[in-house]
Structure formats: C-alpha cells, structure tokens
C-alpha cells in the first residue's frame, strides 16, 4: 500500500501528491499520475481496486488508478488502519469508504483530486476541472436562464459554475439517487463559495478555489 508521501513527492506508489489542504467540507488530495507510472501506482492498489482497475480501457484505468490512489493518500494520513482497505464503488458509481468515512473523487487528465471526511449527516462531493473556458459553449446547457443573465465571463464562468454543479451531484446522488439536471440547482457565486438554491428536500453547501490551473469545487450536503 502507498505510504503517505510528502507534498511535492513521487510517493512509492508512482503518484506525485502536487497538495493536500482542508477545505470547509473534508481533506482534499490532489495527485498526478503520468501514463509511465499507471502500472507501479496499480501495483500498490489493494487486490480488489487492482481487479476492478484492470477491467478498464488505458485512460479509464489511469483515472481509477490516480483517483483510488489520491483517496488512499488521505485515508492513510487520517485512518492508518485502513490502509489496506479496498475502495471499490457502489451501485451508482460513487467510492465506498470503510466504516466512519465519506469520501469522493474526480480526475482530469493526469491529475486526480479526492476528498475524504467523517461520516455522519452530510455527504461530501469534489469536483475538478480545467480552468478556462471549454470548447463549447456549455452555459446554456448548464445554467438556468437567471445565472445565464448574471453570468459576466460565459467562459472560464461557466467551467466553474459547471465544476460547482459536478460537486453537489455527488454530494447529492446518495440521497436523491437519480439523474439530477444542472438546470435543478441554482448557483450565486461569490468568493469562494456559492450559494445553493434547488427545489431538493436537502442543505446544499459548496465552496471553490483556482488551483494550478483547475477548478477544485467542493459540495456537503444532509437532508433540511
Ligand atoms: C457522475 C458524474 C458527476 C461524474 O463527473 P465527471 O466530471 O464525468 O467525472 P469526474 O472525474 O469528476 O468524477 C468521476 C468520479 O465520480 C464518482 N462518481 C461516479 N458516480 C457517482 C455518483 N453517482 N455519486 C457520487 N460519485 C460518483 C466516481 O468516484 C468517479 O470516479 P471513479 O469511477 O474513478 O471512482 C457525471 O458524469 C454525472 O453523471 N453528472 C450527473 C449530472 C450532474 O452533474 N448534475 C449536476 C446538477 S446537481
């Protein structure tokens, strides 16, 4: 199993942990795992994780690899005795942390980001994506027709508005456990954090930061 690795290593399981910082809503890791180092950072993983990793085509399997890996960074640090432990998915595709933990991930490109915090009401959701404006010009798809108005950068705007969504879906699907549109959840966005409005019967909070480049959103959410 990884050992914890220093911010700036390439730990013993191939990944470099570029940060690891608290947010509002749990510990976050962010690792990069390059396409040479996917086999080593495989070979750390638990037996099961390592099943369920190979059973994917390269670029899925490197995005498992890195995603399970940045987890285990955080779960070594605060749960040593769980180092071990398999992480695999439940039925809607979200990571099963051992007993008294919460946990969740996203990946893009090399780079994997994983948020872990104790178990309890709330469900936890971290998102990560480019910081610039995407090929497409997503805000129409993604917006409500009131965020559309306010939005003053339908660009780099909409990616983070977009990331800010993704963390609040998975901080949400253990509850509402089906497809929830983007047009479902209303975002102000301030400094840091937005502030959430939807038709949900939960407590929606999030926050954001510009990191290296990305979007890192983070989402809680518990039933009002
Ligand atoms: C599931 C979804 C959020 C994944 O987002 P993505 O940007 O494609 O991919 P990311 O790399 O950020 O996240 C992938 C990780 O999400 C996690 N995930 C998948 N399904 C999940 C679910 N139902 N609940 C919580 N986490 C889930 C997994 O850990 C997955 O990584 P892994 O398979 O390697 O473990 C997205 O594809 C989706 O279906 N969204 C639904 C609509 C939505 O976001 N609405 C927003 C309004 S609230």
Same mark, same amino acid.
């Given at each position: 199993?990884?050992?914890?690795?220093?911010?700036?290593?390439?730990?013993?399981?191939?990944?470099?942990?570029?940060?690891?910082?608290?947010?509002?809503?749990?510990?976050?890791?962010?690792?990069?795992?390059?396409? =040479?180092?996917?086999?080593?950072?495989?070979?750390?993983?638990? @037996?099961?994780?390592?099943?369920?990793?190979?059973?994917?085509?390269?670029?899925? %399997?490197?995005?498992?690899?890195?995603?399970? @890996?940045?987890?285990?960074?955080?779960?070594?640090?605060?749960?040593?005795?769980? $180092?071990?432990?398999?992480?695999?998915?439940?039925?809607?595709?979200?990571?099963?942390?051992?007993?008294?933990?919460?946990?969740?991930?996203?990946? $893009?490109?090399?780079?994997?980001?994983?948020?872990?915090?104790?178990?309890?009401?709330?469900?936890?959701?971290?998102?990560?994506?480019?910081?610039?404006?995407?090929?497409?010009?997503?805000?129409?798809?993604?917006?409500?027709?009131? =965020?559309?108005?306010?939005?003053?950068?339908?660009?780099?705007?909409?990616?983070?508005?977009?990331?800010? $969504? =993704? @963390?609040?879906? $998975?901080?949400?699907?253990?509850?509402? %456990?089906?497809?929830?549109?983007?047009?479902?959840?209303?975002?102000?966005?301030?400094?840091?954090?937005?502030?959430?409005?939807?038709?949900?019967?939960?407590?929606?909070?999030?926050?954001?930061?510009?990191?290296?480049?990305?979007?890192?959103?983070?989402?809680? @959410?518990?039933?009002?």
């Amino acid at each position: 199993m990884p050992e914890v690795p220093e911010v700036g290593d390439v730990g013993d399981a191939g990944i470099v942990l570029l940060d690891r910082f608290e947010t509002a809503h749990g510990v976050c890791a962010i690792v990069e795992l390059t396409d =040479e180092r996917v086999a080593a950072a495989l070979a750390r993983l638990p @037996a099961a994780e390592q099943a369920l990793a190979l059973g994917l085509p390269p670029a899925r %399997r490197r995005e498992l690899v890195a995603g399970r @890996a940045a987890l285990h960074v955080t779960l070594g640090e605060l749960a040593p005795e769980f $180092k071990d432990f398999p992480i695999l998915a439940d039925d809607r595709g979200a990571p099963v942390l051992p007993a008294g933990w919460f946990g969740s991930i996203s990946h $893009k490109g090399a780079r994997a980001a994983a948020l872990i915090a104790p178990a309890g009401d709330a469900r936890v959701g971290v998102d990560l994506e480019r910081a610039a404006p995407s090929r497409q010009d997503i805000a129409r798809w993604i917006l409500t027709a009131r =965020e559309q108005e306010t939005l003053e950068d339908r660009g780099r705007g909409a990616t983070l508005r977009f990331s800010i $969504k =993704e @963390a609040i879906y $998975k901080a949400i699907d253990p509850f509402v %456990r089906r497809y929830v549109a983007f047009t479902e959840v209303e975002l102000v966005v301030t400094d840091g954090v937005a502030h959430v409005t939807s038709e949900l019967p939960l407590a929606i909070e999030t926050t954001w930061r510009e990191h290296g480049g990305f979007w890192l959103a983070t989402a809680r @959410a518990q039933l009002r």
